[in-house]
């Protein structure tokens, strides 16, 4: 009640419940509003337009204590390795190697490595989902897949050239989305070639990441 403004508290009931009315203005598209209410408030949701859906929760709740966890935040701010953030994922902490590589890098499932991505992550078919000169008509593509010779070879090729390590889910020769997208934050992994894409766009371990596989 503390927290709630005065728009939200005065539409609760007389014994202070929440109800309806408390979040939805039900009389706002009569007003001189509706044309824009209709438009980009459809749930005419109570003191809206929100930029996000959450925002209105944030009216009562406080924003901080819902402040979500991100496994991929692994270094202090006094630089120091959050062995706690390692464990989402891993099973133990991997150990450095001295080559600045890692060893005994177990995750959290025996099976299937991307699978724990998707756990936070929508999977979509990427990338061109929508170009018909990637997924074969109307097919969308599947990158999850044992890479074939041809495309093994290739990624041989370019990651030797690039100074590249794009791994594959040992449990099947699958690509997952780790050979593709950096997972960690920068600084964790020192060996150059696998920590490369560490908090760039989108964590690609390449700006041309599909010409490591694909020949254009």
């Not at 979500?68 to 630089?79: R, T, V």
């Not at 177990?106 to 990637?134: A, K």
């Not at 020769?173 to 920590?195: D, F, M, Q, W």
Request: glycine share 6%; proline share 5%.
């Amino acid at each position: 009640l503390a927290k709630m403004s005065l728009k939200f508290r005065k539409n609760l009931t007389r014994d202070n419940k929440i109800n309806c009315l408390t979040c939805h203005d039900a009389l706002l598209p009569g007003t001189r509003k509706k044309t824009l209410a209709s438009l980009r408030n459809r749930s005419f949701l109570r003191g809206g337009i929100y930029n996000t859906k959450t925002g209105i929760c944030y009216q009562c709740h406080d924003k901080s204590a819902y402040k979500k966890l991100n496994p991929h935040d692994q270094i202090s701010e006094k630089g120091i390795l959050d062995e706690n953030k390692c464990l989402i994922c891993h099973q133990q902490v991997p150990k450095q190697k001295a080559d600045g590589g890692t060893t005994k890098v177990t995750l959290q499932t025996d099976s299937n490595w991307s699978e724990l991505c998707l756990n936070c992550h929508q999977w979509q078919p990427h990338p061109g989902g929508n170009m018909m000169m990637f997924s074969g008509g109307n097919k969308k593509p599947d990158h999850l897949v044992v890479p074939d010779n041809k495309i093994s070879q290739r990624m041989i090729k370019m990651t030797q050239k690039n100074n590249l390590e794009m791994p594959l889910d040992p449990s099947n020769g699958k690509i997952y989305c780790a050979t593709c997208h950096n997972p960690h934050e920068r600084g964790v992994i020192k060996k150059i070639s696998l920590a490369k894409g560490a908090d760039e766009k989108s964590r690609l371990r390449s700006k041309q990441i599909c010409l490591n596989c694909h020949d254009k």
